[in-house]
């Protein structure tokens, strides 16, 4: 649903409504992107899962207004960086920055982004800390097919998708995805299970220490 019956009839709501309608537009594109790039990543036997906004927005959100998304983020394998990187070109999208140069200071994401305006980042690990014996399986084991109503997608399962946004958000100075994971799990199980993962997980652990320098 994208209405003006959402709100009430004042001059007031008039920017709001604009606000909302774009937010809803936008984030429509990126979910029919998102949809064309799995389709392409499957074709190439690329494991790959969305992770952060567009997990949240599709679960737990009731409209697709509600929720502004700056990016499509998306994890694959570091293995699999060069072949996921060349279907998102045959798609319009380029790199932000050269490939070359992003591997050379080991970058944790790498940002492409095509003339419409739309982005997409590219996920190897939820830090920007290199970590050593890192995989990007630990979280794509556990992923789970979404349908939406342009065609399923991969998502990372609700307590993977919360533990990658608090590894990768805890400098972030946008604070919505605090939001997701409380919409996500109003009663808060999932913040236990995410601190007794950290001692039962040595990968998180290692994150752990990398991210908060203890």
């Given at each position: 649903v994208c209405s003006s019956d959402l709100f009430p009839s004042h001059d007031i709501f008039q920017q709001v409504q604009g606000l909302f309608k774009r937010t809803h537009f936008h984030n429509t594109q990126q979910v029919i992107t998102a949809v064309t790039l799995t389709k392409e990543l499957n074709?190439?036997?690329?494991i790959h899962a969305y992770c952060k906004g567009l997990v949240f927005l599709l679960q737990c959100y009731d409209n697709f207004g509600s929720r502004p998304m700056a990016d499509i983020d998306v994890l694959a394998s570091e293995k699999d960086?060069?072949?996921?990187?060349?279907?998102?070109?045959k798609l319009?999208?380029?790199?932000?920055?050269p490939l070359w140069e992003s591997r050379l200071v080991k970058k944790h994401s790498l940002g492409f982004?095509?003339?419409k305006n739309l982005s997409i980042d590219l996920h190897t690990r939820p830090c920007a800390s290199p970590l050593k014996g890192f995989?990007?399986?630990y979280f794509l084991n556990h992923t789970h097919r979404f349908e939406t109503k342009f065609g399923p997608l991969p998502l990372l399962e609700t307590q993977k998708a919360i533990q990658?946004?608090?590894?990768?958000?805890l400098y972030t100075r946008e604070n919505h995805w605090l939001l997701d994971l409380h919409l996500a799990?109003?009663?808060q199980t999932s913040l236990n299970a995410f601190l007794k993962s950290l001692d039962k997980y040595p990968i998180l652990?290692?994150?752990?220490?990398?991210?908060?320098?203890k």
């Amino acid at each position: 649903v994208c209405s003006s019956d959402l709100f009430p009839s004042h001059d007031i709501f008039q920017q709001v409504q604009g606000l909302f309608k774009r937010t809803h537009f936008h984030n429509t594109q990126q979910v029919i992107t998102a949809v064309t790039l799995t389709k392409e990543l499957n074709k190439a036997q690329i494991i790959h899962a969305y992770c952060k906004g567009l997990v949240f927005l599709l679960q737990c959100y009731d409209n697709f207004g509600s929720r502004p998304m700056a990016d499509i983020d998306v994890l694959a394998s570091e293995k699999d960086v060069d072949a996921t990187a060349e279907v998102l070109q045959k798609l319009g999208f380029m790199p932000s920055r050269p490939l070359w140069e992003s591997r050379l200071v080991k970058k944790h994401s790498l940002g492409f982004n095509n003339a419409k305006n739309l982005s997409i980042d590219l996920h190897t690990r939820p830090c920007a800390s290199p970590l050593k014996g890192f995989e990007a399986d630990y979280f794509l084991n556990h992923t789970h097919r979404f349908e939406t109503k342009f065609g399923p997608l991969p998502l990372l399962e609700t307590q993977k998708a919360i533990q990658f946004s608090y590894f990768n958000n805890l400098y972030t100075r946008e604070n919505h995805w605090l939001l997701d994971l409380h919409l996500a799990d109003p009663q808060q199980t999932s913040l236990n299970a995410f601190l007794k993962s950290l001692d039962k997980y040595p990968i998180l652990k290692n994150i752990l220490i990398i991210v908060t320098g203890k």
